[in-house]
């Protein structure tokens, strides 16, 4: 419950944190972890996520939209932003998807939720 509270807050403060640029959409999104418990996971393009990583996984509709491999995006809601580093397959019901590294009762309790996302898209990192 301790950590509910603690993710609960960090995200409430972080709402004023976000301010848009550039690219605005509204979103489906939700969490996702490792699939083994380790907190390790390779992304679509190759990239090695790990806990603490701040990373996202995105739609192939967000991709079209200039939001690809390597860009930064801000998550509203959440503090700083975050590196496209992975992709979702066609069968997801969400737009973006954090990862968490493991899963926990608060990142499940987090998601899926309506939020809006900002980026530049025309900004990705380089390979």
Do not use: N
């Not at 390597?70 to 496209?84: A, D, H, K």
């Not at 608060?106 to 900002?118: E, F, M, N, T």
């Amino acid at each position: 419950m301790r950590e509910f509270s603690a993710l609960a807050a960090l995200l409430a403060a972080a709402l004023t944190a976000c301010t848009p640029t550039g690219e605005v959409r509204t979103v489906t999104a939700a969490t996702y972890a490792a699939t083994d418990g380790s907190g390790l996971h390779q992304g679509a393009w190759g990239d090695q996520l790990h806990p603490g990583l701040k990373a996202v996984a995105v739609s192939e509709e967000l991709i079209s939209r200039g939001l690809g491999h390597r860009s930064e995006v801000r998550v509203e809601g959440l503090p700083g932003s975050y590196t496209v580093l992975d992709r979702l397959g066609p069968e997801a019901k969400v737009d973006l998807s954090v990862y968490v590294g493991v899963e926990t009762r608060a990142s499940r309790a987090w998601g899926p939720r309506r939020v809006r996302i900002y980026w530049e898209a025309d900004e990705p990192l380089p390979d």
